[in-house]
């Protein structure tokens, strides 16, 4: 059974900095491209962030371009987002799943950013 456990979320001040990890198990990790898609209340889903398999090519939205790095380990089948200076935009609930852009998987549980003064 795939199994994608996002945790790292929280509330934090614009300009503040989060640290997101995606616990994975049940498939190949190492062999999938992975990424990071967020959605805010009211709106569509987003995609943010993807790694290749065995990175090191990263790719990146333009609204989170320069201020969110993606990040994998495959010897721990672990996805990364590292977000600084955040800005109440990226308030979201934030999801990992297998996939360039379109998810192989079924959704976790996603984690909470929100970012408020």
């Known amino acids: 059974e795939v199994q994608l456990e996002e945790s790292g979320g929280g509330m934090v001040q614009p300009g503040g900095s989060l640290t997101l990890s995606c616990a994975t198990s049940?498939?190949?990790?190492?062999?999938?491209?992975m990424s990071w898609v967020r959605q805010a209340p009211g709106k569509e889903p987003e995609w943010v962030s993807s790694?290749?398999?065995?990175?090191?090519?990263?790719y990146y939205a333009d609204s989170v371009k320069g201020r969110f790095n993606i990040s994998r380990d495959n010897a721990k089948n672990m996805l990364y987002l590292q977000m600084r200076n955040l800005k109440p935009e990226d308030t979201a609930v934030y999801y990992c799943?297998?996939?360039?852009?379109?998810?192989?998987?079924?959704w976790g549980r996603g984690t909470q950013v929100t970012v408020s003064s």
């Open positions: 799943n297998a996939g360039f852009k379109n998810p192989v998987f079924s």
């Open positions: 049940g498939f190949t990790f190492s062999t999938f491209d």
């Open positions: 790694m290749a398999t065995g990175g090191p090519a990263t």
